[in-house]
């Protein structure tokens, strides 16, 4: 079955997380990804392994449906085989250090005078303009910067980063988003574009809903920990056998979840007070409201405590650990975790794709070695033989 994106080219200079999560959804889309590492490997895929000369879990996480290809940028003959390719790639991305494409000659100006038809792709910390501009940036800075770490903690405790990759992922994922809009308008230009995405910007649009308060108060937004100060009940209740992990989050929108919850903790009179009718009402209550919900949620495991709230239509979600995420049987059935097998590292399970397509499933693909592709891509691409390969590598090219 043809894929959504078969016959878009893109060349991926990306490393790390932000740059690899924008092409890792284009791979899974159909799209011929080609990952270019340095001969010594995306720090990614060296610097972060838990053991030394294994690729690392990182990389094998955020390069799924990639093929992979080693070329020397820094060699006068890799900065023209990377353009010679680029003449004929729909897509180029990178997440290089501010200015590093330029300083290689391989610049917005320069791919898109070998290619005018070419979508060059940048995710940057803070954007090519602006102040900020010239600064380095990694996903705990951007939270920083973005306003995510002053409004995630407890009410008493410091700023705390938010696990999730807001930045990070959060940047590749508009990247990607960019990248499609521009390959539809191409259809219709015939022109490729300049695409920029920085990572405080995306953490700002996803956090963009808690920024109320400044409306609302001409306050800072607080840290409120699990709760909310729009809403009750929404928490973390504790549940047996009371491990790190047993608990099970609660949050009523509406007054039949409010009744039926009121219900299954035995104390229905209150479903029916008018004075905790309303879940912003309900706020002042919160003590009480919580006492009562924990004294509840103790009384089970937290899959029991689901099971019974979400089965009477009250919305819930045990606290899973990352074991569990990988081995619950939901996203097993539903065929996102996906068992594969890698060379050296053997049989894991895999998240695959969350976006899905009637006609064009993902069909999950593990990330490549450390130069895999060299002779696939480069044969097709440049019409290289194994005598030149060969060539290349002994000259530190590839």
């Not at 990614?44 to 070329?71: H, I, M, P, Q």
């Not at 003449?87 to 330029?102: F, I, Q």
């Not at 397509?357 to 691409?381: C, F, W």
């Amino acid at each position: 079955m043809a894929k959504a994106l078969e016959g878009i080219r893109v060349l991926d200079l990306t490393q790390y997380e932000a740059g690899p999560s924008a092409t890792q959804m284009l791979g899974w889309l159909g799209a011929d990804v080609i990952k270019i590492e340095p001969p010594s490997g995306e720090q990614g895929r060296t610097a972060l392994s838990d053991k030394r000369g294994e690729d690392a879990w990182f990389f094998l996480l955020l390069n799924s449906n990639k093929k992979g290809v080693t070329l020397n940028l820094k060699s006068d003959r890799g900065r023209a085989m990377f353009r010679d390719m680029a003449k004929t790639a729909d897509v180029v991305v990178e997440n290089l250090g501010p200015g590093a494409m330029d300083r290689l000659g391989l610049g917005w100006e320069t791919l898109s005078s070998l290619n005018p038809r070419l979508i060059v792709a940048s995710v940057k910390g803070f954007g090519s303009t602006g102040p900020y501009a010239e600064y380095k940036s990694f996903e705990w800075i951007a939270q920083a910067m973005a306003g995510a770490m002053s409004m995630t903690g407890s009410p008493d405790g410091p700023p705390t980063k938010a696990i999730g990759g807001l930045a990070d992922t959060g940047a590749g994922l508009h990247t990607a988003i960019g990248i499609l809009a521009a390959i539809v308008q191409r259809h219709t230009t015939g022109r490729g574009q300049r695409l920029e995405v920085a990572q405080q910007d995306s953490v700002v649009n996803l956090l963009r809903i808690h920024l109320r308060e400044s409306y609302q108060s001409g306050k800072p937004s607080p840290r409120l920990g699990n709760r909310s100060m729009a809403a009750s009940p929404s928490n973390i209740y504790r549940c047996r056998p009371f491990g790190p992990n047993d608990y099970v989050f609660v949050h009523c929108a509406t007054v039949e979840m409010w009744k039926t919850l009121t219900e299954i903790c035995g104390r229905p009179e209150l479903g029916d007070d008018p004075r905790y009718a309303d879940r912003r009402d309900r706020v002042q209550f919160i003590d009480e409201i919580d006492a009562m919900i924990e004294a509840w949620t103790e009384k089970h495991t937290k899959h029991e405590a689901m099971k019974i709230l979400a089965g009477a239509g009250v919305p819930c979600g045990a606290v899973l650990d990352s074991n569990e995420v990988l081995a619950d049987e939901h996203l097993r059935q539903r065929g996102f975790i996906v068992e594969l097998e890698h060379p050296t590292r053997g049989k894991f399970p895999m998240p695959g794709n969350p976006v899905r397509l009637s006609d064009s499933p993902t069909e999950l693909v593990r990330a490549p070695l450390l130069g895999e592709h060299n002779a696939e891509v480069y044969g097709k691409a440049l019409g290289l033989g194994e005598a030149d390969l060969a060539k290349l590598k002994r000259e530190g090219v590839i």
